[in-house]
């Protein structure tokens, strides 16, 4: 399972948690497109917080 990120411009860094905000994931110096390895988070919702100079973006996925 993988999670693709699009962004009009260079991501700073993506960090995803779990439903009870536990950090799982942190990765930085990223494109404009990346793609994440979920494939070992179990079933349940995540945030991914993305920062993108110096905006903060956070969106809602759910795995299945």
């Not at 990765?27 to 079933?43: A, C, G, H, M, S």
Request: hydrophobic share 40%; net charge positive.
């Amino acid at each position: 399972d993988k999670l693709l990120i699009e962004s009009t411009a260079r991501l700073r860094e993506i960090i995803i948690y779990n439903g009870v905000g536990e950090k799982l994931f942190e990765t930085n110096n990223l494109d404009t497109k990346n793609e994440i390895d979920v494939q070992k988070f179990p079933k349940g919702i995540y945030f991914v917080k993305m920062l993108e100079g110096e905006t903060v973006i956070v969106r809602k996925f759910v795995k299945m």
